[in-house]
C-alpha cells in the first residue's frame, strides 16, 4: 500500500496568491483528515470528510479556505488568498471505519511558505 | 481543548525502557487512550491504543492504571529512530460521525547514545 499521498511536498508562494494543496488517501478507507500544524498551535484539525462528505469544518479558520473531495480518491485543500499567516505544514491523514476503534494514517505533510 | 497533560520533554538512553506518562484524569468510561508520534519532519504515526487492559504490540505496551486516570507507554529497548513527540489521546468510541482527535502538544523524547 502507498499510504496517504500529497502534493505538493513543498511550496513556496506570494502573499494573495491562490494555493492548492492534494491528497489522496488510502485506498478503501471512507474518512479522510486535513490538519495543519505550527510551533506555535501544534496540530489543529481543520476539517474532516466521511464518504465524501464534510462532517466537521469548525476547525477551518476563515473563509479564505476551502476543501473539497469529490470522490473517496482525492481531496484537495485551497487558500485564496494566502497570507503569511498560514506558512506551516498541511498533513492529511485518512482512516477506515471498520471495526470498533479507527486508526489515522498521515501522509508526510506538504510545507507551506506564504511570502 | 486536549484531554490529557503529558511532561513536554523526557530523555532516555539508547538500549533502556522509555516509559512515557499521561495524566487523563477526565477520562469517561467510553472512551479510549491513543498514542501516536512524530518523527521529525514526517506525519504523526499511530503506535498502540487501549481501553481499559494493557496492550502490547510490535512497536510499545500500554499500561493503563485502574482507575484509568493516567497511563504509560513504553518502548522496551528505545533506539535512536524512536526520538520523536509523543502524543497521547483520548476520544470516544466511533458514534455515527464523530471521528475528531484532540491532539496536545506531545512529549519530546529525546534518545541519546
Known amino acids: 500500500d502507498a499510504g496517504v499521498i500529497q502534493s505538493p511536498r513543498h511550496e513556496v508562494t506570494e502573499m494573495g496568491q491562490e494555493v492548492t494543496l492534494r491528497c489522496k488517501p488510502i485506498?478503501?478507507?471512507?474518512?479522510l483528515f486535513w490538519y495543519r500544524q505550527t510551533m506555535m498551535r501544534g496540530l489543529e484539525l481543520l476539517i474532516y470528510?466521511?464518504?465524501?462528505?464534510?462532517?466537521?469544518d469548525s476547525g477551518m479558520p476563515e473563509d479564505r479556505f476551502s476543501a473539497k473531495m469529490p470522490n473517496a480518491s482525492f481531496s484537495t485543500l485551497k487558500i485564496q488568498p494566502s497570507e503569511p499567516r498560514d506558512s506551516a505544514v498541511y498533513f492529511c491523514?485518512?482512516?477506515?471505519?471498520?471495526?470498533?476503534?479507527?486508526?489515522?494514517?498521515f501522509g508526510p505533510g506538504t510545507r507551506l511558505t506564504v511570502l | 481543548d486536549a484531554k490529557t497533560t503529558q511532561p513536554p520533554s523526557m530523555d532516555c538512553a539508547e538500549g533502556r525502557a522509555a516509559n512515557l506518562p499521561c495524566n487523563h484524569s477526565?477520562?469517561?468510561?467510553?472512551?479510549?487512550v491513543y498514542w501516536y508520534r512524530q518523527i521529525h519532519s514526517q506525519g504523526p504515526q499511530y503506535i498502540i491504543h487501549?481501553?481499559?487492559?494493557?496492550e502490547t504490540n510490535e512497536m510499545a505496551s500500554l499500561i493503563i492504571t485502574e482507575d484509568r486516570k493516567s497511563s504509560t507507554l513504553i518502548l522496551p529497548h528505545a533506539t535512536l529512530r524512536d526520538t520523536a513527540v509523543y502524543y497521547c489521546?483520548?476520544?470516544?468510541?466511533?458514534?455515527?460521525?464523530?471521528?475528531?482527535?484532540?491532539w496536545g502538544l506531545g512529549t519530546s523524547l529525546a534518545v541519546n547514545p
Open positions: 491523514a485518512s482512516s477506515s471505519r471498520g471495526g470498533t476503534t479507527d486508526t489515522q494514517y
Open positions: 485506498s478503501g478507507h471512507n474518512s
Open positions: 470528510f466521511n464518504n465524501n462528505v464534510p462532517i466537521d
Open positions: 477526565t477520562i469517561s468510561g467510553n472512551e479510549y
Open positions: 487501549g481501553l481499559k487492559n494493557n
Open positions: 489521546i483520548v476520544r470516544p468510541p466511533r458514534a455515527g460521525n464523530n471521528r475528531k482527535l484532540i
